[in-house]
């Protein structure tokens, strides 16, 4: 029962956050410096998301077959492939390194 | 009917398809951290942001109270403030739409948006891939809360690999210039050095903070050459 109350909690907390966002004035968002920062800070999440899902396993790094997914996405992006072909590559490389027996 | 797309409809569509299969990944995992079918179900349709999903779930999967879940899954959501800044700006959409806007604001909704060069494609961009990305996402948790531990381990179907190729391709195109690639370069470090020695979902707002930090040094050091 009380992990329901952390489960609604958790869903009011990033509603308000999504919601936040688009409450702050129009004039301070129109400042240039603000979207140049706001561009910068895409850039640093994405990267970092991409990384943690690379790498990162719990509190800690562990080297797998997501390692040949992160190429194979890589090599599908630079060829321009189709954003789904790219995912689709990702998720071949690393199902094709599991079940060859790498971790 | 795909052919009538226009170029940020068929982004969004894929991104829709793509991220959404992956539902079923966050539905078998939940499940397995010992979340009901309901509280996994309440997660997607509620919480709708997978970052913070996975967060939640994988504080409590590895034994950790529901505080540090809640913790975890909050500040990994705090992206999704900056977006609703950047998409406000971008779109400026009328005050009605708001708060639904709110709720689909996401890494792949921003992103696609954010990917286009005119008004009109940017809103189109955003809905496909907010909507679909919802019906999606939310329908496959469903089935892999379902199927839970018959599934197997979601990695040997390569849907942990599918989740790293996704985020690479969102990040992949503003990877254009020395100034970004910078950026990255610092975001991914300050990501590798903190994971082994904070929770799960706090290097990403470490890598934040070091990314703004780097930018407004960068900013100061170009006004300096400039004077």
Not at chain 2, 6 to 14: K, V
Not at chain 2, 40 to 45: D, E, G, H, P
Not at chain 2, 93 to 114: F, G, H, V
Not at chain 2, 146 to 162: I, S, T, Y
């Amino acid at each position: 029962m009380t992990l329901w109350i952390w489960v609604l909690g958790a869903c009011v907390a990033a509603y308000a956050i999504k919601l936040a966002g688009y409450l702050l004035p129009q004039s301070l968002l129109d400042r240039p410096v603000f979207g140049e920062l706001a561009g910068a800070l895409t850039v640093g999440l994405l990267t970092s998301l991409t990384v943690m899902n690379t790498v990162g396993k719990g509190q800690g790094i562990a080297l797998d077959s997501r390692l040949l997914a992160l190429a194979a996405g890589a090599i599908a992006l630079k060829l321009r492939a189709p954003y789904i072909v790219v995912v689709i590559a990702g998720a071949l490389a690393s199902a094709i390194g599991r079940r060859a027996g790498l971790p | 009917m795909f052919s009538r797309f226009t170029p940020a409809m068929r982004m969004g569509t894929s991104i829709a398809i793509a991220v959404g299969v992956y539902g079923i990944s966050f539905g078998a995992l939940s499940v397995t951290a010992g979340l009901n079918v309901w509280q996994t179900c309440a997660l997607s349709a509620l919480m709708f942001t997978g970052g913070s999903q996975f967060a939640f779930i994988g504080v409590i999967g590895s034994g950790g109270t529901g505080a540090a879940a809640w913790a975890a899954a909050t500040l990994l959501g705090v992206r999704n403030g900056v977006y609703g800044m950047q998409l406000k700006s971008l779109i400026r959409p009328p005050a009605r739409r708001i708060p639904l806007m709110a709720q689909l604001t996401i890494d792949e909704s921003t992103a696609t948006a954010t990917a286009q060069d005119h008004h009109d494609e940017r809103v189109r961009g955003f809905w496909t891939a907010g909507v679909g990305v919802y019906v999606m996402w939310n329908g496959f948790t469903l089935i892999g809360a379902l199927a839970g531990n018959a599934l197997g381990d979601p990695a040997m179907w390569g849907l942990d690999g599918a989740a790293v190729a996704a985020f690479l391709g969102l990040l992949w195109p503003r990877l254009h210039a020395k100034d970004p690639i910078a950026l990255a370069v610092v975001a991914a470090l300050a990501t590798i050095i903190t994971l082994p020695l904070v929770p799960p979902g706090i290097p990403v707002l470490i890598a934040a903070a070091v990314t703004a930090g780097w930018w407004a040094w960068r900013r100061r050091a170009a006004e300096a050459v400039a004077e």
